[in-house]
């Protein structure tokens, strides 16, 4: 069986990320896999805007910057931290992350670049969950949630909106900074939030939103 890591890119151009070959039941290689790529920076790196990168297995990461607009495709893996290092990962650009997202203790998803001089847009077609000690924070653009938001970790906008047009079920800690606008065009379960706003930030209430509890 062969442990090393490689890709495939089919037909569409997507990237697929392989951290074992594939092998059929007499352990021949199912397909004619080309280079590999070790880490999901390779492979975000190789793949062409409008793409998609798919994990096949759980990826170590340290910092990935996404500088150009791909889908990424978690296909119900987890991104890791390396050992001894938080890993960040960067959104740059326009990203779409095209199926249920888990960000791990230790694992932080920026949305645009520290000192906010670059802007990133973050879509997620379906849901994500921040355990304790992860962390989604907007420096600068916007982050579009249209499955469920289930968070026991933190949500920072300095400067940018969220558009809820899916269901805010649970968070711990949401802190919209006074740049920072919240869109309800779904759901949101006030009584299970945390909601802080800052003066200045804005709260807009979509003509088919539901807020559960009242503010």
Same mark, same amino acid.
């Given at each position: ?9 089919? =037909? ?9 070959? $594939? ?7 199912? %397909? ?16 062409? =805007? ?8 759980? @990826? ?18 987890? /991104? /890791? ?10 959104? /740059? ?7 249920? %997202?888990? &960000? ?5 998803? $920026?949305?645009?670049?520290?000192? @906010? ?20 924070? &907007? ?10 938001? &289930? ?16 269901? /805010? ?6 802190? $919209? ?5 919240? &869109? ?12 802080? $706003? ?12 539901? %807020?559960?509890? @009242?503010?």
């Amino acid at each position: 069986k062969n442990n090393a890591a490689a890709k495939y890119v089919n =037909a569409e151009g997507d990237v697929y990320v392989y951290y074992e070959a $594939f092998v059929d039941a007499d352990g021949n290689q199912e %397909l004619s896999l080309g280079e590999g790529y070790a880490t999901l920076e390779a492979a975000v790196a190789a793949a062409e =805007a409008g793409k998609t990168v798919v994990l096949l297995e759980n @990826a170590d990461v340290s910092v990935v910057e996404i500088t150009k607009g791909i889908k990424l495709d978690l296909n119900g893996k987890n /991104l /890791l931290g390396v050992t001894g290092v938080n890993p960040i990962i960067r959104v /740059l650009s326009d990203v779409t992350v095209t199926k249920e %997202l888990m &960000i791990r203790d230790g694992v932080s998803l $920026f949305i645009g670049s520290e000192d @906010a001089k670059q802007s990133g847009s973050l879509t997620l077609a379906k849901d994500v969950q921040l355990t304790n000690e992860g962390l989604l924070r &907007i420096h600068s653009g916007d982050l579009t949630i249209n499955g469920r938001y &289930i968070a026991a970790g933190t949500l920072e906008v300095h400067n940018g909106t969220v558009t809820v047009n899916g269901s /805010l079920v649970n968070g711990n800690y949401m802190d $919209f900074w006074s740049n920072a606008t919240l &869109i309800n065009n779904g759901t949101i379960d006030n009584g299970n939030l945390n909601l802080n $706003f800052a003066e200045g930030a804005t709260y807009i209430h979509g003509e088919n939103a539901e %807020l559960m509890t @009242a503010y």
